[in-house]
């Protein structure tokens, strides 16, 4: 079982940035799969970004070029860089990782991008 706590959202004005964590509570040397996803009120959940144990990463379109996706294994943590918001990228954010078949949440942070 794996235990993933977010932290770092908030409210910030369109255009500003913002640094989400995601503390895993298994070592990530031994996870292969882990990202973000979002959902805003109404509508269903979307992935935004996935980084794999090679260090290779993916995007949605909507983010790509301005989030950025990365991992310490040292911390066991991954991170989402999110720039230039747009008030469309508020949502309630939450990390994930697919783990021996299973797939694990943690329980979300919310991001507020005020125009």
């Known amino acids: 079982q794996v235990q993933l706590v977010e932290s770092g959202g908030g409210l910030v004005q369109a255009g500003g940035s913002l640094r989400l964590s995601c503390a895993a509570s298994?070592?990530?040397?031994?996870?292969?799969?882990m990202g973000w996803s979002r959902q805003a009120p109404g509508k269903q959940r979307e992935l935004v970004a996935t980084i794999y144990s090679e260090g290779d990463t993916t995007y949605a379109d909507s983010v790509k070029g301005r989030f950025t996706i990365s991992r310490d294994n040292g911390k066991n943590t991954i991170y989402l860089q999110m720039n230039s918001l747009k008030p469309e990228d508020t949502a309630a954010y939450y990390c994930?990782?697919?783990?021996?078949?299973?797939?694990?949440w943690g329980q979300g942070t919310q991001v507020t991008v005020s125009s």
């Open positions: 298994k070592s990530t040397f031994s996870i292969n799969v």
């Open positions: 994930y990782t697919v783990h021996l078949g299973i797939i694990y």
